[in-house]
């Protein structure tokens, strides 16, 4: 079992940055495989990142995911923002191995809103 809690959203022009954290309480962080999600308004739920290899195409080259095993915690840092990345972003965990649909991932947090202005 795990607990997952995402922060560090907000409102930010377009251009800049932010950074991401979700904290995992309990003791078997490291066992998990993170990533992340994002959703917008009337949209599906879509990946965006995983590990520090995956990205989605629509993020890469912009985002940069990283984790801390000894802090129980995973980072997105998320540059060069445009209005399009506005969504609900999700940290999610499973115990087998990277996927890149939502139905696969066991353990879901709360999300954190990130609004993009233009």
């Known amino acids: 079992q795990v607990q997952l809690v995402e922060s560090g959203g907000g409102l930010v022009q377009a251009g800049g940055s932010l950074r991401l954290s979700c904290v995992a309480s309990?003791?078997?962080?490291?066992?998990?495989?993170l990533a992340w999600f994002r959703q917008a308004p009337g949209k599906e739920r879509e990946f965006v990142a995983a590990?520090?290899?995956f990205y989605a195409d629509s993020v890469k080259g912009r985002f940069t995911s990283s984790r801390d095993d000894a802090k129980n915690t995973v980072y997105l840092q998320m540059n060069s923002l445009k209005p399009e990345d506005t969504a609900v972003y999700y940290c999610?965990?499973?115990?087998?191995?990277?996927?890149?649909?939502?139905?696969?991932?066991?353990?879901w947090g709360q999300g954190t809103q990130v609004t993009v202005s233009s």
């Open positions: 590990g520090n290899t």
């Open positions: 309990g003791r078997t962080f490291s066992r998990y495989y």
């Open positions: 999610a965990a499973r115990s087998g191995s990277y996927y890149t649909t939502p139905s696969y991932y066991d353990y």
